[in-house]
Every structure is written in structure tokens, then in C-alpha cells.
């Protein structure tokens, strides 16, 4: 069974705690922090960039994601790796070329994995199978902050499991809660982005430990 990691959304944060709390998260014990990087045009929001990932990675010993949500993938891999990023995924729809994209990646030295909206159909995953070390499937769309998981999230996690052999970790990201981890991980999914059910908690550990115990039942 993969090893089940948390990593932190930190996007929907004030940047003026951006610092503080992500160190506080890394004091809690999650595994990682997840930063989207939009472009305002793949989709609407102008959020973080690579000068906040390099921010994060001077400051903190944890890994550090970048989700690329931007239309050209090539050169936003570059700059997150240059900052620092241990991984980044990318957008399946935001090129027409995802296996170069991938291969960029890892001639980076980045882990990458490949991201997909929850609309887009998940037969090609298996093709890029050996191009990436782990796939985002997005359970809300894109940029609904504070969004619920759509419905039948789980079943999809368990398809790209089917298309992919097994052989890649499956992330989840998107309205991931103490009320759906348990179900998502006995599709198959072995890393969690979790945003509002950490940055909300009252108390980062306890929600933390609470959080990964669900995420780490036996699967059947």
C-alpha cells in the first residue's frame, strides 16, 4: 500500500500570514504544501507565482508543490524548479502535449504529475504512465474555493487506479474533509491536498492526526 501523505492547500490564505501559518503547518507534521499557480487565464484567478514558492522553500524544510493551473506549462516547470518546488503538476488540458511536458519536468528534477479537471475523461492517463510520478485528480473544479467534493468523486479515483496499473500515486485535491478522506483513500487515492479542514482547525495537530488516521485505513 503507498504511503499516505497530507499536504497542505496553502492558496486561499491572507499572504500577509502566508509564512507564519505555513510554518505552523510544518510544526503540526504534514507531509508537504500545495501551491497553486494560476495565470488568470486557464483559469480566472491570478494566484500565487514562483516568487512565493521560492518564499516557502527558503523558509521551510518540507516539500513544496506546484499546481501549474496555467496555459503554458513548459515555462512555469522551469521557474517552480528553479524555486525550489520538489514537485509540480501540470494541466492535462492545458496542452497538446502532455508526454513532452512531462519529460520537461523530470529532466528538472521535479516529480511530476499530470492534473485533470473533473469534466475531462480519464482514458489517456495510461499512456504517460512512465512520464509521471503521481496524478491530481481534482474532485471540485478549478478556483470554487471552499467548494464541496462533486459527487461521485471516489469512482473516478478508483478508474484512473484501473487506467494507471497501480504503479502511480493518486493525489486528491479539491473539498477533501474528515467526512470524505476514508472513502477516498479505499479508492485508491494515497496523497491528500487538504485546505479549509486544516487552515480552519481550531487545533492543526489534533485536526491533522485526525485527518491522516481516516486516510490511512485499511483499504478493502
Avoid: K
Avoid at 477516498?184 to 492526526?209: Q, Y
Amino acid at each position: 500500500m503507498a504511503v499516505t501523505r497530507i499536504w497542505a492547500s496553502v492558496t486561499t490564505l491572507d499572504l500577509g500570514r502566508l509564512v507564519e501559518v505555513s510554518q505552523a503547518l510544518q510544526e503540526a507534521g504534514v507531509d508537504g504544501l500545495h501551491v497553486d499557480v494560476s495565470d488568470g487565464v486557464f483559469v480566472p484567478d491570478l494566484t500565487f507565482g514562483y516568487r512565493v514558492v521560492r518564499a516557502l522553500t527558503d523558509r521551510l524544510s518540507i516539500p513544496v508543490e506546484a499546481h501549474l493551473m496555467v496555459v503554458n506549462p513548459e515555462e512555469q516547470l522551469r521557474a517552480v524548479s528553479e524555486a525550489g518546488a520538489s514537485r509540480a503538476s501540470f494541466h492535462f488540458e492545458s496542452t497538446a502535449y502532455p508526454w513532452r511536458v512531462a519529460c520537461l519536468g523530470q529532466s528538472l528534477g521535479l516529480e511530476v504529475g499530470v492534473a485533470f479537471n473533473p469534466a475531462t475523461p480519464l482514458g489517456s492517463v495510461g499512456y504517460l504512465r512512465e512520464g509521471i510520478s503521481f496524478v491530481d485528480i481534482l474532485t471540485s473544479e478549478p478556483d470554487s474555493r471552499g467548494e464541496r467534493m462533486l459527487p461521485r468523486m471516489a469512482a473516478r479515483v478508483a478508474e484512473a487506479g484501473i487506467n494507471l496499473g497501480g504503479d502511480v500515486v493518486i493525489e486528491v485535491d479539491g473539498g477533501v474533509s474528515m467526512s470524505n478522506i476514508e472513502e477516498l483513500n479505499g479508492a485508491g487515492a494515497s496523497d491528500f491536498v487538504v485546505g479549509r479542514a486544516l487552515i480552519d482547525a481550531e487545533v492543526l495537530p489534533t485536526a491533522l492526526t485526525a485527518l491522516r488516521l481516516r486516510a490511512s485505513r485499511d483499504r478493502h
